[in-house]
């Protein structure tokens, strides 16, 4: 099962880096995933100077949407308690790890990771249709270059439909951002 979250790493200044990841989890006991980030992204990069960081869960999606465009400003964090990494204040549950294994002979990258820490914020508040649907939309935003300009035109349709009958006021300002980034790609 693929699980959407985002993964905070260390740049080598000890500055914090925010990305949307899906890693790759087994199931409910979470003691370990599987990251697959391309080699040119700069969690790949964190992942395999450091080996640690801290995977999140969250119900924002405008910081998901705006995280998976690279737009995401670094939110209220604090240091994470076994591994030396970030843990976003304002997220559900969070997981502080460390990388057990990097095969990096692909692009795609497969980095094994295992949970050392764990810990809750706050309560997941849970999706409606409308974060759903701009979950799926902030994907679809990272294969811009990838995907044909019609079939993209046409699932951001889709699923403005939903959001416009479903969204708050969070969701409805994810959406309009995704369909800016979209409307500038083109």
């Known amino acids: 099962m693929i699980l959407e979250g985002l993964v905070t790493t260390l740049n080598a200044d000890e500055s914090g880096h ?7 989890v087994s199931g409910p ?8 980030p391309f080699k040119t992204s700069t969690t790949y990069k964190n992942l395999k100077a450091l080996g640690e960081g801290v995977l999140h869960t969250t119900d924002d999606v405008l910081l998901l949407a705006k995280s998976a465009l690279g737009q995401a400003e670094m939110p209220a964090v604090f ?5 030396h990494g970030l843990v976003l204040e304002d997220c559900c549950r969070f997981f502080e790890f460390r990388v057990t294994k990097l095969d990096d002979r692909d692009d795609r990258t497969r980095i094994d990771c295992e949970v050392f ?3 809750t914020q706050r309560e997941f508040f849970g999706f409606n249709r409308a974060k759903h649907a701009v979950l799926e939309a902030a994907i679809l935003a990272t294969r811009f270059a ?4 019609a079939e993209i035109a046409a699932e951001f349709a889709r699923l403005r439909i939903i959001v416009d009958k479903t969204a708050g006021p969070a969701e409805l ?3 309009a951002f995704l369909e800016a980034a979209w409307a ?3």
Do not use: C, N, Q, W
């Open 18 to 24: 925010l990305a949307p990841m899906g890693p790759e």
């Open 29 to 36: 006991d979470f003691t370990a995933f599987t990251l697959k």
């Open 79 to 83: 240091d994470a308690i076994t591994v």
């Open 117 to 119: 820490y764990s810990g």
């Open 146 to 149: 990838l995907k044909p300009a």
């Open 173 to 175: 300002e994810a959406m």
């Open 184 to 186: 500038k790609h083109r």
